[in-house]
């Protein structure tokens, strides 16, 4: 067994891999850009080497510097974790030419399956059902409309060596292949250093479910039962579970057999995943092969038992895979959430910056410890104070859930990411909250086109199904009703002039345009003992119990005997009176005020916000890649205008109205803030 390993990656999969090298009692190195110099992994681990500049394309892309790094510190062996090199070739053969081991599986194996085009030729010549496509390299934008035209839309243009969303585009007419072909080179280009783009026919409401594998030198493989991955948004998975709740045993069984089948004719040696497309009828088609451990992994930890980085250690050290076939179990229901920054009601633009307030919810699961289930686990890179740079993914953590069955998993990821707090940059767990309790996701009637279905105008506050909306109503006024019993208790106050508690309230709900709601509320002593009220809120009563403190953001206690987590928070970004509370998904700003101030602000004027509309604004921090237009252009509607790099990914912004540019505020290369001006129209 190895003594020392280095982690070619950075974030979560670094920390996580550090978990279990730790429980193994092997030493570990991780390896850091500027960017991440204080980040988390590189405080877990036993050493760290600076490796380069921010950009990744100079700093984890670079193979030189990583296995250098390795031979400088000692390290036998490197894990890659998963994007950056864990799926390239060249790297694990040159790990292998310098005496390092490549917790992977061999080069051979990626070159065969690791890339798109190759793989799909592989898998067609062992008689494996393909979708539609032409497999070859495309190279110029008039060929990929071309070849678009005689499959039929909708088509797939997807990047060779892309992965993670990068590098997709679905088609839907000449346009969109023309344009969509020339983002993916570009964004392939800059996430993976391969700018191949191939085409395939686009199977509409498919369901994608992967089989996690596990192979070893000795010949061995098998499959670890399968994840349902078709929550997905722009092709970006969002929740992931396992098992799917969609095929059967006899579907399950026939995948996992097929998926073994295709590792075997590579002699594939190590964590693996086969995705598949099923349709409606369990008809399944090879997608691709992922060779490399998954975002999604620990799902499949949690109904397995096992410890999917473990074994890929072990089977690099030669070890013999310790479980058979029929030793795999599959026990209870998983679902992990992917906790991006990026703001979902601002169509999902990335948001980064300083993690300003960072608290994940108990946990009672742990990475590495497959001893302990059915409880809650958070695979997380970054730490309270951290910052989210604008040069990587978006991802701040992973919240996965183990439950007896998915009913018992749905309730405890909703509790769970109730009580998640974030602030600082935004997050999409008002999204994630909304997904888990829609009728359709609660009854597993879903494919990969759910968001798109749902959600085609983007997500809005008032798309969270509310189970209770007068809940965070009352819950508001509980705890302005708390803070008022302490300031009663408060020394010196003057005779005559001292804090009335009162048990009558209103509840201002603000809203934009100055809509605002009131809603008159009563607040009572229920049972006479501290951290307790009933509240009144029209005909609807809540006996409230908490011992939270005053200054915690998440809240827990009983509402009418059943159990509740939810965050309050004092201050707003327009209004530092103002209470936010947030509970599954609802999020309101509220005012909790004495009746004749209610009465009263009422009266208040609305201020407008001033007209912004003549200026293309940044929607979110950036590298501003290009301006499309110059001054005294004339443009219309729906024309590139700019082009924003943020976490790996192009973000085109279009004029909304025919115009002419008055002035270019910004030039490329700027790195801008959000809402900094970009281009002023006449």
Request: hydrophobic fraction near 40%.
């Given at each position: 067994m190895f003594t020392k390993i280095l982690i070619a990656n950075r974030g979560e999969i670094a920390c996580r891999v550090i978990a279990t090298a730790r429980k193994m009692g092997i030493a570990t190195v991780a390896v850091y850009s500027d960017a991440d110099k204080d980040a988390r992994h590189v405080a877990l681990a036993d050493e760290a080497v600076r490796i380069g500049t921010p950009p990744s394309r100079e700093s984890y892309l670079l193979a030189d510097v990583i296995i250098a790094a390795a031979q400088s510190t000692g390290a036998q062996a490197i894990?890659?974790?998963?994007?950056?090199?864990?799926?390239?070739?060249?790297?694990?053969?040159?790990?292998?030419?310098?005496?390092?081991?490549?917790?992977?599986?061999?080069?051979?194996?990626?070159?065969?399956?690791?890339?798109?085009?190759?793989?799909?030729?592989?898998?067609?010549?062992?008689?494996?059902?393909?979708?539609?496509?032409?497999?070859?390299?495309?190279?110029?934008?008039?060929?990929?409309?071309?070849?678009?035209?005689?499959?039929?839309?909708?088509?797939?243009?997807?990047?060779?060596?892309?992965?993670?969303?990068?590098?997709?585009?679905?088609?839907?007419?000449?346009?969109?292949?023309?344009?969509?072909?020339?983002?993916?080179?570009?964004?392939?280009?800059?996430?993976?250093?391969?700018?191949?783009?191939?085409?395939?026919?686009?199977?509409?409401?498919?369901?994608?479910?992967?089989?996690?594998?596990?192979?070893?030198?000795?010949?061995?493989?098998?499959?670890?039962?399968?994840?349902?991955?078709?929550?997905?948004?722009?092709?970006?998975?969002?929740?992931?579970?396992?098992?799917?709740?969609?095929?059967?045993?006899?579907?399950?069984?026939?995948?996992?057999?097929?998926?073994?089948?295709?590792?075997?004719?590579?002699?594939?040696?190590?964590?693996?995943?086969?995705?598949?497309?099923?349709?409606?009828?369990?008809?399944?088609?090879?997608?691709?092969?992922?060779?490399?451990?998954?975002?999604?992994?620990?799902?499949?930890?949690?109904?397995?038992?096992?410890?999917?980085?473990?074994?890929?250690?072990r089977v690099a050290a030669g070890e013999k895979l310790p479980l058979t076939q029929a030793q795999v179990q599959r026990k209870g229901w998983a679902i992990e959430c992917r906790i991006n920054a990026e703001d979902p009601f601002r169509n999902f633009l990335p948001s980064t910056g300083r993690l300003v307030r960072f608290t994940p919810p108990a946990q009672t699961m742990f990475q590495g410890n497959t001893a302990d289930l059915l409880g809650v686990r958070v695979d997380t890179g970054v730490q309270d104070g951290g910052e989210i740079p604008m040069y990587y993914d978006s991802m701040i953590a992973k919240l996965i859930v183990h439950g007896a069955d998915r009913m018992d998993a749905i309730a405890k990821m909703r509790e769970a990411l109730n009580g998640f707090v974030i602030r600082g940059v935004s997050s999409?767990?008002?999204?994630?909250?909304?997904?888990?309790?829609?009728?359709?996701?609660?009854?597993?009637?879903?494919?990969?086109?759910?968001?798109?279905?749902n959600y085609a105008q983007g997500f809005r506050a008032e798309d969270v199904p509310h189970d209770d909306a007068a809940f965070p109503v009352a819950l508001s006024a509980f705890v302005r009703r708390k803070s008022r019993e302490r300031a009663t208790s408060l020394s010196g106050q003057l005779p005559g002039y001292s804090v009335d508690v009162g048990k009558d309230y209103a509840v201002v709900t603000l809203a934009d345009g100055g809509n605002n709601r009131y809603t008159p509320v009563h607040v009572d002593e229920f049972?006479?003992?501290?951290?307790?009220?009933?509240?009144?809120?029209?005909?609807?009563?809540?006996?409230?119990?908490?011992?939270?403190?005053?200054?915690?953001?998440?809240?827990?206690?009983?509402?009418?005997?059943?159990?509740?987590?939810?965050?309050?928070?004092?201050?707003?970004?327009?209004?530092?009176?103002?209470?936010?509370?947030?509970?599954n998904g609802q999020r309101i700003d509220v005012l909790v005020v004495s009746p004749r101030m209610a009465e009263l602000h009422r009266?208040?004027?609305?201020?407008?916000?001033?007209?912004?509309?003549?200026?293309?604004?940044?929607?979110?921090?950036?590298?501003?890649?290009?301006?499309?237009?110059?001054?005294?252009?004339?443009?219309?509607?729906?024309?590139?205008?700019?082009?924003?790099?943020?976490?790996?990914?192009?973000?085109?912004?279009?004029?909304?109205?025919?115009?002419?540019?008055?002035?270019?505020?910004?030039?490329?290369?700027?790195?801008?803030?959000?809402?900094?001006?970009?281009?002023?129209?006449?």
């Open positions: 894990h890659p974790g998963y994007g950056f090199l864990s799926e390239n070739a060249d790297f694990s053969k040159r790990c292998e030419e310098a005496g390092i081991v490549f917790i992977g599986p061999k080069h051979h194996s990626i070159a065969a399956m690791g890339d798109k085009i190759e793989s799909k030729k592989l898998a067609g010549k062992a008689g494996v059902n393909c979708i539609p496509g032409v497999n070859d390299a495309i190279e110029v934008p008039e060929r990929a409309v071309e070849i678009a035209k005689g499959i039929g839309y909708p088509v797939m243009i997807k990047a060779s060596a892309g992965g993670g969303g990068k590098g997709l585009r679905v088609a839907y007419n000449d346009k969109e292949a023309f344009e969509g072909f020339t983002s993916c080179r570009n964004e392939a280009r800059n996430s993976f250093g391969d700018d191949r783009v191939f085409i395939e026919k686009f199977v509409e409401e498919p369901r994608h479910i992967e089989i996690q594998l596990i192979g070893d030198a000795h010949g061995n493989v098998l499959y670890l039962n399968e994840r349902e991955c078709s929550i997905q948004r722009r092709h970006q998975k969002v929740i992931e579970e396992a098992p799917s709740p969609f095929i059967s045993d006899a579907t399950r069984k026939a995948m996992g057999e097929q998926a073994v089948a295709l590792a075997k004719a590579v002699d594939y040696q190590s964590a693996g995943t086969v995705e598949f497309v099923v349709g409606k009828d369990q008809s399944f088609y090879f997608l691709e092969m992922n060779t490399r451990l998954q975002v999604e992994h620990p799902v499949t930890e949690a109904i397995t038992g096992l410890d999917l980085v473990e074994l890929m250690i999409n767990i008002p999204f994630q909250s909304a997904l888990l309790a829609h009728p359709k996701f609660v009854a597993g009637d879903f494919n990969t086109g759910f968001i798109a279905e049972v006479g003992e501290t951290g307790s009220a009933r509240v009144r809120v029209g005909e609807k009563s809540y006996d409230i119990r908490s011992q939270s403190r005053l200054n915690d953001i998440a809240i827990t206690g009983t509402v009418n005997g059943a159990p509740f987590t939810a965050q309050v928070e004092r201050g707003t970004p327009k209004n530092p009176l103002a209470l936010r509370v947030q509970h009266l208040m004027p609305f201020k407008a916000p001033p007209d912004l509309s003549r200026f293309v604004l940044s929607p979110m921090p950036g590298l501003l890649a290009e301006v499309a237009v110059v001054p005294g252009q004339k443009v219309q509607a729906g024309e590139r205008v700019a082009v924003i790099e943020a976490m790996k990914m192009e973000n085109v912004l279009f004029a909304v109205a025919d115009g002419v540019v008055s002035k270019v505020l910004a030039v490329k290369g700027e790195s801008l803030s959000v809402d900094q001006a970009i281009v002023e129209f006449v």
